[in-house]
């Protein structure tokens, strides 16, 4: 398959064109790669890991905030959803030790007021204007329903 054709196929079939990519480099067939948006794919790629990974962030984030403004009101379910996305943390830097550059207090306030919209289209309640929280608190306190 001649370069003009798979970039076509970029455009019309995705997983195919992947698919296809994928058997060119298998073959040593080079010359035949879409290299143009191979590349784009690959760094979105890394984009994509790092996307999970401020997403379970900014998850936590929502959760301690109704957890810490809500008291009367936190839950179990609440609880879970705050361990469930630091396990998954976990789990992206087990396989992707660089993205752990993404877990910085200025990371945390990037991610900060996504995740006190959504507090507050749930609640109703304000938040404070910047991050009430260090990156160690987001991944390590503990939140028990005792407390």
């Known amino acids: 398959m001649e ?3 798979t970039k076509q196929l970029y455009e019309r079939d995705y997983s195919q064109w992947a698919e296809t990519m994928a058997d060119l480099l ?26 999970r ?20 009101r936190r839950s179990r379910s609440w609880q879970v959803t705050i361990q ?14 660089s993205l752990r550059r993404y877990l910085t207090d200025g990371w945390l306030g990037e991610i900060y007021g996504n995740a006190k919209l959504e507090a507050f289209k749930e609640t109703g309640l304000d938040f404070p204007a910047a991050c009430p929280y260090d ?3 987001v991944l390590n306190r503990v939140v028990s329903l005792t407390d």
């Open 84 to 97: 469930r996305e630091r396990n998954n943390i976990s789990f992206y830097l087990k396989d992707s030790p």
């Open 53 to 72: 990974l401020l997403s379970s962030l900014r998850l936590i984030v929502h959760h301690l905030l109704k957890w810490d403004y809500q008291p009367q």
């Open 3 to 5: 370069e003009v054709k």
């Open 135 to 137: 990156i160690g608190e």
């Open 26 to 51: 298998a073959s040593g067939k080079f010359a035949e790669l879409d290299i143009e948006n191979l590349v784009e794919e690959v760094r979105d790629l890394s984009k994509r890991e790092r996307d």
